[in-house]
Structures are given as C-alpha cells and as structure tokens.
C-alpha cells in the first residue's frame, strides 16, 4: 500500500508531546503513512508575525491529512490571533465543514455521571455560523463604541452539516437530534429548524428530536443514554463537545475530527484539549485523546484495521486501570501501555 501524507503541526504546549505519543502508536499500529511536521505554533508568531508562513495553505493541500496537536498561549499572543491565524482559516479554505466528537466512556473511566451506558456523536457545523467573523467595531476607545458580531446561515451550509448528519444517524442508532435556540433566534435558528424538516422527509428511518440548546444541555447530563447522533451550529456545537467530554471523562479523551466529505481537500484531526500551558512540560498530559483522534484519521484514510487496533489497545490500557484518572499516569507511562497492548 503507498502509503499515505501526514502534516503534522504540534503547536504549543501540551500538543508537542501528545502528537509525538501519537505518532509512535500509528507507527506501532502498522499504519501505512509517512508524517512531515511543520512548527507552525505561537512560538511561529513571535519569530515571524504569523501563524503560518503566506504559501501555507497551499503547502497543506498536498497532504492526505493533517493532524494538529494544541494551538495557544494567551499570555504571549491572542487567542483571536492563534485561532484565527491557523486553526480556523485551514478548516474554511479546505471546507472542513463537518467536525465530529465522539463521546463514550472508555472501559475503566469513571465519568461524572452515575451512567456509562452512553454513545453520542456530535456533529457541529465546522466553517460558517456564529463563528463566521462577520462583522466589526466602530468608534473604538470611546464611550459610543460599538462591537457587531453577524452570525452568517446559508442554506447551503445548512444543509450540507444537516444531510452529513442525517447520513451518520442511518449508519448507527437511527436517531438525529437537532439542536437551536429557535424561541429566541428567530431567523438563523428558525431557519435551521426548516431545512431540518425539509432533509428529515427523504430519510423517514430516522427518527428526528429538535432541542434548544439549554435543554440539551440538561439532557446530555441526565438522560446521554438517549441520545444518538446530535447535530447543532459552530457555537452550540462548541458547547455541547466541551459537556461532552466532561462526561466521558474530562478532556483527556476529547478526539475530534474536522472533515471534507467530499475528500476535495485533506481533513484534519486533533485532541480538543487545547495546549494546556499550566501543565506545558511536566509531562502529564493524558495522550489518549490525540490516539483516538488519530484513530479516526486512520478511519477516515481507509485504513480501518490499524485504526481498531488503536482504539482497542487504548481500551484495553484503560481497563487495566493505566490513564483514566487525571495527572496520576506520566504521558510516557499512557503511551508505554498502549503501545505494550498494540505488541500483544
């Protein structure tokens, strides 16, 4: 098999390790792919007054995937920089519309809640939304000033993020949950809710919830075992993938995915913990999230067998009881069992 490109961008604090971690498990998993790393990162910033270098866009474009490790450090450059110098402008220019969290317990972790029975995708719109960067402030540093922030809902993106969801509820449980706040946000959300109901009649094997976004809030804490496939715009998205990862366990085992369906341009994979600057160098960032990231990478590569045996030699580390609880295993320790498990 050719094997398949991998840009590897590590970024700032606890997203060097944690990728480094993750690549010795895909090499161990018998992956066929080959990683070129780029030190695009904060640290990038300082030295050369952006994020990434003019032609970096394109440079990407080459690769079959991207696997991002942790981009920040706001004490030394803003988050609106970091963000919007490199994490957001590679998931628009390569239409990463779709980003997918999933959110189970693993064997042996112990979440917040007195439930384990749970298995919820979230499906959270990628590119355009609340977080389409439309909009501006005028008279700055006076007492008139004023910030617009324009959330932007086409149809066409609407659409697209409903159908993708739709299409993961028909491969699993059969259940979708469309999430808006459409009591309050009468255009957008209403707007959302109306291509829901228009996609859900050509797919009249799923079964379709609509929920605002408090009360799913609530019904991801109490009742997660009811729930499927969720489906929500970028900020609600955003939200609710923060719960859920409260609920499988904490941020330690938050794997993500920013997907192009249509395989037009190369997708990008990463642990949503963030860089995590308090524990930067201590070497106790739990690395699970960025192996089951990179399990996802492997899916979505058409290498499925490498893949399970990542996601089962995780499993099988955390039932023997070797990083499910914060801080107490080093990322040397997590990453020694998984790999001890991947031999066996």
């Not at 840009?7 to 161990?28: H, Q, S």
């Amino acid at each position: 098999m050719t094997k398949q490109r991998i840009a590897l961008i590590p970024g700032d604090g606890i997203g060097v390790p944690v990728t480094e971690a993750a690549m010795r498990v895909v090499e161990a998993s018998g992956a066929s792919v080959e990683t070129h790393a780029f030190p695009w990162s904060c640290d990038y910033y300082l030295e050369h007054g952006r994020m990434m270098p003019e032609d970096g866009i394109e440079t990407l474009r080459g690769f079959d995937a991207i696997f991002l490790g942790a981009v920040g450090w706001p004490k030394r450059v803003p988050d609106s920089v970091s963000l919007h110098g490199l994490l957001l402008p590679i998931r628009k220019a390569f239409v990463q519309y779709a980003n997918i969290r999933p959110h189970r317990l693993l064997p042996g972790v112990e979440g917040p809640l007195r439930k384990s029975d749970f298995d919820i995708l979230c499906i959270r719109e990628n590119t355009e939304g609340e977080y389409s960067g439309a909009g501006g402030r005028v008279h700055q540093g006076t007492g008139d000033e004023v910030a617009v922030e324009t959330s932007i809902f086409t149809r066409t993106g609407v659409e697209r993020i409903l159908r993708f969801a739709f299409e993961q509820a028909r491969t699993r449980r059969g259940k979708l949950a469309s999430v808006t706040k459409s009591n309050a946000q009468r255009h957008s959300m209403v707007f959302w809710d109306e291509v829901t109901d228009e996609l859900a009649a050509e797919y009249p094997e799923v079964e379709v919830s609509r929920y605002h976004i408090d009360a799913m809030c609530a019904r991801m804490v109490m009742a997660p075992e009811s729930l499927d496939v969720v489906v929500a715009s970028n900020l609600f998205g955003d939200i609710l993938t923060d719960l859920g990862a409260a609920i499988q366990g904490g941020l330690g085992f938050a794997a993500s995915a920013n997907i192009n369906p249509d395989r037009s341009a190369p997708s990008m994979f990463e642990p949503v913990h963030g860089s995590a600057p308090d524990i930067a160098d201590q070497g106790i960032a739990n690395p699970m999230a960025a192996f089951w990231s990179a399990a996802m990478m492997l899916d979505h590569l058409e290498q499925s067998e490498p893949a399970a045996r990542i996601m089962a030699a995780m499993e099988a580390s955390c039932a023997s009881g070797v990083g499910v609880i914060p801080g107490q295993d080093s990322t040397d320790d997590i990453t020694n069992a998984v790999l001890a498990q991947l031999q066996e």
